[in-house]
């Protein structure tokens, strides 16, 4: 059966928003059909999510797993962003997904803390203690000492995002601008819709490679469920030339 979209809003295209996110919908069109490939990752990405969280029905790290639906979130935001074509914004949402498997990593091994973070806006005092206790910094050195290689592996795109998109720094401006030389001045243009194939496919792995990265992070909580789910296999077949 043959499915057809609804019909936009009256007045949808009349504005330069709505316009843009036309402009972005076709992108995201034009990347599912061209980047077979890198569609069928995320794909798997997605269905590993999905059948984890699933699984998670009376684990008695049943607050771990709000985090692991949190990164799902993210990671299908960044989905959006990327195969539109926003890259640094892709990035941005890319350090959230991180983070949120990081936090649910803490949680895991740290039940302790998760009523001190649920009571972050209790007093000034609180908020000081959790602005201290979780840091990126001893988050990702927590990572490292239960997984150097996964610990490593999440440090590496994390940067990877703060250079990118994460932060207005220079990389992520200044690979938006492209300059047009005029005969008595220069022109600048903010680019919002990449369509640099090579720069799409680039975001693409990136993404991809933080979808497996938080999804092993989560995977050395819930090991004997991912194994019985199939999500540990298809995790190992994803990593795979990445």
């Known amino acids: ?3 057809t979209l609804p019909a936009p809003p009256p007045k ?3 504005d330069e928003i709505s316009k843009f996110l036309d402009d972005a919908r ?4 034009a990347t599912f059909a061209n980047l077979t490939g890198e ?6 990405i997605d269905w590993s999510y999905r059948k984890a969280i699933e699984g998670l029905n009376h684990s008695n790290k049943w607050f771990t797993g709000f985090f692991v639906a949190r990164a799902h979130s993210n990671f299908l935001a960044a989905c959006r962003m990327g195969w539109s074509g926003q890259i640094p914004e892709c990035h941005a949402i890319l350090r959230s997904c991180l983070e949120n498997a990081l936090y649910g990593l803490y949680f895991a091994h740290n039940p302790d803390s998760q009523e001190s973070w649920l009571r972050r806006h209790d007093s000034a005092e609180s908020k000081k203690r959790i ?10 050195t927590f990572a490292k000492s239960l997984s150097k290689e996964e610990g490593e592996k999440a440090e590496k795109l994390y940067e990877n995002a703060i250079d990118h ?11 938006m601008i492209q300059t047009i030389e005029k005969p008595n001045h220069d022109e600048f243009k903010l680019i919002y819709l990449v369509d640099d194939v090579e720069h799409l496919k680039s975001t693409m792995k990136t993404t ?3 979808g497996v990265c938080t999804l092993s992070l989560f995977r050395s ?3 004997e469920r991912f194994d019985i789910l199939g999500v540990t296999a298809t995790i190992d077949h994803i990593k795979k030339g990445l």
């Open 221 to 223: 909580i819930y090991k």
């Open 26 to 29: 076709g992108n995201e069109y």
């Open 1 to 3: 059966m043959k499915m």
């Open 12 to 14: 949808w295209g009349q």
């Open 165 to 175: 998109g994460a932060h207005p720094n220079e990389r992520a401006v200044m690979q």
């Open 39 to 44: 569609i069928d990752r995320f794909i798997d």
């Open 131 to 140: 602005r201290n206790e979780f840091t990126i910094g001893k988050m990702l």
């Open 208 to 210: 991809a490679q933080t």
